[in-house]
């Protein structure tokens, strides 16, 4: 007899269910653990979630490398995206099919949206718009899901839930969001591929929301669970990040102690416990002693090990020949497609971003000299989240197959030297050690080519040290120093050292994976990685054997073309668990590119790297200068096929480029508006725009008209539209007509891009906003009228005044997506900083609903505007409250239109960390008046802290009202250092 649960034909939740009801407790709580163990007496296999498949199959060996999701998002095509995504899951699937226990669940993608670009983890995520991300995002996710209704390709897993965005303190600071950001932006980013059934987990973030865990956000996890009601029943899996439920005792400290947390995490939601590597043992004993204490019931555990049933049955796991994915065996791994995928991703990532009549080269004979100067010119470097690449293109070998007749040199600036001990007198060569393999010693009396160091610059006092006879790096990881590296890699960069200046001229050198200073064993002349300062370091006497700079002047003075390809090693400064140290080209590259400017004027600047730069003038006179990310195995046949015109310019930036340092704003502080970061709020005006990108012709844009130009706001509610929908509802839609014209003489690839433009509205609105795009494709001389669509419900803004009937009792759906009644301006262009053509729209509607307080708490999160506050926890399990940190100033907290009719006195919820030094106090104005005098209204004292707890000893605090205002009016609340406030009632 078939059990139900191996039944293709049954509905997933019914095989689930019976499947559960098979299995004994023990057998369940197991279940919890990332890596559970088999059940043989019904044929389950052992299982694990999370294979790594960000741009291609990672840390499983031999993989297709697509380029990074931050290049593959400046295509804006979801055709494109879901051919990748389907051609990674074929890998995914190939790696299972040799090994069963690699996971069909991938963690990929991330959708954090791309808030500041000092982010170490840019290169992960796909747009600074938070819509955007999802659009991309959501179609990479989709090609891993696969097309067959039942049966999923892989589970794909959204990754970091939520508002991460740095890797300063990651684990233990707290992401401060307003309701607007919140909404607006971070929610955003999810609730497309959910909504859309594209992917069946979510990974939490390390960091905390608002003063509480992610981990144990359980009304987040609620939200997200209802965007999946219609797609996926409500079966969305939560797995945890790496590490981080022991993370809420040990490092947050926001439990006292594990089986508290885990009991707290289970409850809020999370399913899959990914803790202690694969020690079950821990999570086990955990949950088992929450369950034996009472924190936990059999139901809470059921919930969870249902949802991880449901994940596995999707992938097909039991459904035997059923699995229209089980004919894909190991060998469909680097197949032809994929190449060839991977080169048309690549090329299509390229971003043109200036050109004055340099490029495209060949023009108008093909060049007979090439220098490829700098250290990416013949070298291509892959990500943490990168798998080994079968081939590997770099930007030379593609120029010289590109133009076989031609001489291509390549020089990378970095200068070859050797360095001599000053107390073993002898010069650092690369000797073999037996096994130990090629290890460093002071042994040779000269400094002849085995002794000689290629030092590559990357920024920041960052060497690499290649021993040129070997081309591998000098690798510290193991104590002993060795020539083994073929790239710098792993958790820890173990390749990368830093110089230290004596001042006798002597060089010190740090092996910055450890933190410890060379020095040079007595007897054996081995250079190890133990000295604790410089002072105990070894000092060297380095030899310049050849001179980097000179390479490059020469190389680019005798050529025909001249590429200078710079950018960052995606392992240093700016990578997971690293911020940036600063947004700047590093000096080293820019003296790179000042040297072949100076003898080159037609130099070519081609930057790779993870994240935007801000390019100072030392850049200024580059007259063609493009942009890749790391693009994967073809790197080099991307750029070359836009560098010679094989293929046209297509890419368009999804993050923008700041002219200057401060522009993005606080790295930690998430407010947009506030800080007037991304495109949307950005009043700075940036090197390369949001959306930016050229084309090797000129498109001139001439005219935008909209069908109409007065449109009804639709009635308030919890959701954006996801980008790219346009409404069947045509009382919804607008529609705007962009005439174009190609003015030039070759193809034109053009992303014609729509934004809308809010005037002054009640709740001030973003400066712009993206409602829709078209590629299109005009011939030379071409004109086209293109049309674009979008639902005017995504104008709304978060207003937090808004009480939908029915809506969750919760601190997340305080207020709803209102589109405002006012003037708006639609405008078409290159770029949001590129919009040559508009018109103005008229939007209908009521006016801001009015909170009658005597009805209706204001809840204290739940403000219009404030300073000097953050949104904080209401406990450790739900709600939200707004707080003054301790040791600050006052903060103020703002409500518009409150009408307090009917109230004499106000009653405040107050708790404080600390004891007040002031009263909190009320005031008032009439409704709108911005200029008007604020007059007082009351004042309250706050309760003295008592307790470790004492911020969670909430307490009603009553304030007698001077006077009763008449009509509506705006509530300013001052509340002192330490003070958190929950509600104001009457």
């Not at 004292?941 to 009202?961: K, N, T």
Request: net charge negative; hydrophobic share 45%; with cysteine.
């Amino acid at each position: 007899m078939t059990h139900p649960f191996r039944d293709p034909t049954l509905p997933l939740h019914d095989r689930a269910r019976d499947l559960l009801g098979r299995l004994d407790p023990g057998e369940r709580v197991a279940m919890l653990h990332q890596v559970s163990p088999g059940v043989e007496r019904l044929g389950l296999a052992p299982f694990r979630t999370g294979t790594e498949g960000l741009h291609g199959v990672a840390w499983l060996g031999t993989a297709t490398v697509f380029p990074q999701p931050v290049g593959l998002a400046a295509t804006w095509d979801t055709a494109l995206l879901r051919r990748v995504g389907d051609a990674v899951a074929t890998e995914v699937r190939a790696k299972h099919a040799a090994d069963p226990t690699i996971s069909l669940n991938v963690w990929a993608p991330v959708v954090n949206p791309l808030r500041h670009p000092r982010w170490g983890r840019t290169e992960e995520g796909w747009s600074e718009d938070a819509h955007l991300t999802a659009y991309l995002g959501g179609a990479f996710a989709a090609g891993l899901r696969g097309d067959h209704p039942a049966v999923w390709k892989t589970v794909p897993t959204l990754k970091h839930f939520l508002a991460y965005g740095h890797e300063t303190d990651r684990a233990v600071t707290s992401s401060n969001l307003t309701l607007r950001t919140l909404h607006e932006h971070e929610l955003a980013a999810y609730r497309g591929p959910v909504e859309a059934g594209a992917v069946g987990a979510v990974m939490p973030a390390y960091n905390l929301v608002d003063g509480r865990p992610c981990h144990v956000s359980g009304e987040l996890f609620d939200e997200l669970r209802r965007w999946a009601d219609a797609s996926l029943d409500g079966s969305l899996a939560v797995v945890s990040d790496a590490a981080a439920p022991t993370n809420l005792v040990t490092g947050e400290r926001y439990f006292d102690d594990h089986v508290t947390s885990h009991a707290a995490a289970l409850r809020a939601g999370v399913d899959s416990f990914t803790d202690n590597d694969a020690d079950a043992g821990p999570t086990v004993a955990r949950i088992t002693a929450a369950l034996d204490r009472g924190l936990l019931t059999a139901e809470d555990v059921d919930r969870a090990v249902l949802r991880l049933l449901e994940l596995r049955l999707r992938t097909g796991e039991l459904d035997g020949d059923a699995d229209p994915y089980a004919r894909i065996g190991p060998d469909a791994l680097d197949l032809p497609a994929h190449r060839a995928l991977a080169r048309e991703a690549s090329s299509r990532a390229v971003v043109l971003l200036r050109n004055e009549g340099v490029l495209p080269l060949g023009r108008p004979a093909a060049p007979t000299r090439v220098a490829v100067v700098g250290p990416l010119a013949d070298r291509v470097l892959t990500d943490w989240y990168s798998g080994t690449p079968p081939h590997a293109v770099d930007v030379a070998a593609a120029l010289r197959e590109r133009w076989p007749g031609a001489e291509v040199t390549v020089a990378t600036g970095a200068d070859v030297v050797a360095l001599r001990s000053t107390t073993a007198h002898a010069y650092l060569t690369v000797t073999e050690d037996g096994d130990a393999g090629p290890v460093l010693a002071a042994s040779s009396p000269d400094a002849g080519p085995a002794t000689h160091l290629e030092v590559t610059d990357w920024g920041d006092g960052l060497l690499t040290l290649r021993a040129v006879a070997r081309d591998r790096l000098l690798t510290g990881a193991g104590w002993i120093v060795r020539a083994t590296a073929t790239r710098v890699g792993g958790w820890v960069a173990q390749e990368s050292f830093r110089r230290h200046h004596h001042t006798d001229g002597t060089w010190s050198l740090q092996h910055v994976g450890s933190g410890r200073w060379l020095r040079v064993q007595h007897g054996s002349g081995l250079v190890v990685a133990e000295a604790h300062s410089p002072a105990e370091a070894e000092r060297f006497t380095a030899r310049t054997v050849r001179s980097g700079h000179a390479d490059v002047a020469t190389a680019a003075a005798g050529a025909d073309a001249v590429v200078v390809v710079v950018g960052n090693d995606p392992h240093l400064a700016g990578r997971e668990t690293e911020d940036r140290p600063h947004l700047r080209l590093p000096d080293a590259a820019v003296e790179v590119w000042r040297t072949a400017r100076e003898a080159h004027p037609d130099a070519v600047l081609a930057l790779v790297s993870s994240y935007p730069y801000v390019l100072g003038a030392e850049t200024a006179d580059a007259r063609a200068v493009l942009w890749s990310c790391h693009g994967g195995q073809e790197l080099g046949h991307g750029i070359t096929d836009v560098l010679a015109g094989d293929v046209e310019p297509a890419g368009r930036l999804a993050q923008t480029w700041p002219a200057a340092e401060a522009d993005p704003g606080d790295l930690l502080d998430h407010d947009l508006a506030g800080q007037h970061a991304t495109y949307r709020f950005a009043d700075a005006e940036p090197a390369f725009a949001f959306g930016h990108g050229l084309t090797y012709t000129t498109v001139e844009y001439t005219d935008l008209v909209l069908e109409r130009s007065d449109v009804d706001a639709p009635a308030p509610t919890h959701a954006h539209p996801a980008y790219g929908d346009v409404p069947a509802a045509p009382a919804r839609s607008v529609r705007a007509r962009v005439s174009l014209r190609n003015t030039g003489a070759r193809p034109a690839h053009e992303l014609v891009q729509l934004y809308v433009l809010p005037g002054e509205l009640p709740v001030p609105g973003p400066r712009r906003l993206l409602v829709a795009h078209e590629r299109v494709v005009l011939e030379p001389g071409e004109a086209r009228e293109v049309t674009l669509a979008f639902d005017v419900a995504r104008l709304a803004v978060w207003d937090v005044a808004e009480l939908l009937p029915g809506a969750p009792a919760d601190w997340v759906h305080a207020g709803a997506l209102r589109v405002q009644p006012g003037s708006y301006t639609v405008a078409a262009g290159t770029s949001a900083a590129e919009l040559p053509v508009r018109a103005a729209l008229r939007v209908t509607g009521s006016a801001p609903r009015v909170r009658r307080i005597v009805d209706e708490p204001l809840q204290a999160h739940a403000f219009h505007a404030g300073t000097g506050v953050v949104v904080g926890d209401l406990s450790r399990e739900a709600g939200a409250c707004v707080e003054v940190p301790a040791g600050g100033s006052p903060g103020v907290v703002r409500y518009d239109g409150v009408d307090l009719d009917g109230c004499s006195t106000a009653r405040l919820r107050l708790a404080a960390t600390r004891t007040a030094a002031s009263p909190v106090r009320l005031d008032w104005r009439p409704a709108g008046e911005r200029h008007a005098p604020w007059l007082p209204l009351a004042t309250a004292v706050v309760p003295r802290p008592v307790g470790v707890d004492s911020r969670y000893r909430w307490q009603e605090a009553a304030a007698a009202l001077h006077e009763a205002p008449v009509g509506p009016v705006d509530v300013r609340v001052t509340l002192p250092p330490g003070a958190r406030l929950a509600a104001i009632s009457a």
